[in-house]
């Protein structure tokens, strides 16, 4: 695609229920990231992937949260038992590779919320 | 650990008056530095990056410069438009976190005509 999908835009959770956000990265783009932005703050790494293989999963906030990419395109985010201080923007970002000076490219993310 | 610290906003300025965003960093090594823009309704872009020591990196009369003595890497542009209306974000990565950005808690900037 032109660039990095994100769906759902929005949604609404009550505590306790589970829910999965889909990224779609750009064609071609080997390295999809996920953050998390509060708001007023900046976005905060969660983990990302090369390939189908998840390198880093060090910025995932707890156990309830975990990511997979299993075809090697489309990522999804999966939080369990959702709770308030899980409302947050997710963001997806991807990458041509995974060096540090190639840009990233973001989807404008879910806004997830939590009541 | 490495982290990013951005001037508090929101910074409210008339048009065409100079724009400073101030930023600092804290990193092992050599990291690479970056703005990100977020216009309304709109997901963060890069706007401009410098991957060393006294590079200066500048789009859309925007520019900042890599000062590896300072640690800073401050945005400045020299007459705002009504356009640049935005939340601007300062980023760094390092090669050992293989992309992985750290970013600031952005400022927001409103320009009035």
């Known amino acids: 695609g032109a660039g990095v999908s994100q769906s759902p835009r929005y949604k609404v959770a009550k505590r306790g229920q589970d829910v999965a956000l889909r990224c779609d990265p750009i064609?071609?783009?080997?390295?999809p990231f996920w953050y998390q932005q509060a708001l007023g703050q900046g976005p905060e790494f969660l983990t990302y992937f090369q390939n189908e293989a998840q390198l880093d999963k060090s910025g995932l906030p707890s156990d309830r949260f975990f990511a997979e990419r299993p075809e090697g395109s489309v990522s999804t985010l999966k939080i369990q038992r959702t709770q308030q201080e899980d409302s947050a923007v997710y963001l997806c970002?991807?990458?041509?590779?995974?060096?540090?000076?190639?840009?990233?490219?973001f989807g404008q993310g879910t806004r997830l919320t939590v009541v | 650990g490495d982290s990013v610290t951005q001037m508090e906003g929101p910074v409210t300025l008339s048009e065409e008056a100079f724009l400073t965003i101030n930023c600092t960093y804290t990193a092992t090594g050599y990291p690479s530095l970056f703005w990100y823009v977020q216009y309304p309704g709109e997901g963060l872009q890069l706007l401009l990056k410098?991957?060393?020591?006294?590079d200066k990196g500048s789009n859309k009369g925007f520019e900042a410069t890599y000062r590896k003595e300072t640690t800073s890497f401050h945005l400045e542009k020299g007459s705002v438009q009504v356009s640049d209306s935005a939340v601007y974000f300062c980023a760094l990565s390092r090669g050992s976190t293989l992309g992985r950005l750290y970013f600031g808690r952005g400022t927001q900037l409103t320009v009035w005509p």
């Open positions: 970002a991807s990458s041509l590779a995974e060096q540090p000076y190639t840009e990233a490219f």
């Open positions: 064609s071609g783009h080997v390295s």
């Open positions: 410098a991957t060393k020591a006294d």
